[in-house]
């Protein structure tokens, strides 16, 4: 598998990436996503997601908890590993206190159960948006602070 890499800066269009086996749900979350003002792409599964060239741009990851192949979990835990760090929003058919546990305690931002609320999945896309600028703000300000002590080293 090609090696991840995160873009930290982010663009004047969050990328908004949905993962989701069901595709009137994927469909569904897209359109809302996207009437929210924000660029939406989609995805089948994880495997289609990890395979496409939007993971880097992707500014928050919603994913359905329960898919063939890797799980929304597996997949949170696989981009975890790898060091990437987008906030990710769980949404399932079957929830499980055990999941949402795993899900929060490893990152998420939120744990949807379908049918979910929309005002629930834009408080989670407001939150994930923000952390993720932060993120990037947090990063520029070490890459600021680290070129000043190069200088002042000099």
């Not at 969050?14 to 994927?26: E, F, K, N, Q």
């Not at 809302?32 to 599964?45: D, I, M, N, T």
């Given at each position: ?117 929309e005002t629930s999945l834009i408080d989670c ?30």
């Amino acid at each position: 598998m090609a090696e991840i890499r995160w873009n930290f800066e982010m663009s004047e269009d969050p990328l908004i990436s949905i993962v989701d086996d069901d595709t009137a749900a994927r469909s569904g979350t897209r359109a809302l996503v996207e009437s929210l003002g924000y660029k939406a792409v989609s995805f089948g599964s994880a495997e289609h997601f990890l395979k496409s060239d939007m993971i880097g741009d992707t500014a928050c990851l919603i994913t359905d908890l329960q898919m063939p192949g890797l799980s929304g979990l597996e997949l949170q835990e696989l981009l975890r590993s790898q060091g990437y760090r987008v906030p990710i929003i769980l949404i399932t058919a079957y929830p499980n206190e055990n999941h949402r546990i795993r899900a929060l305690n490893g990152g998420a931002v939120g744990f949807l159960s379908k049918p979910f609320d929309e005002t629930s999945l834009i408080d989670c896309l407001t939150i994930a948006i923000k952390q993720r600028e932060l993120d990037a703000e947090e990063k520029r300000d070490l890459r600021a602070r680290a070129t000043a002590s190069r200088r002042g080293r000099a």
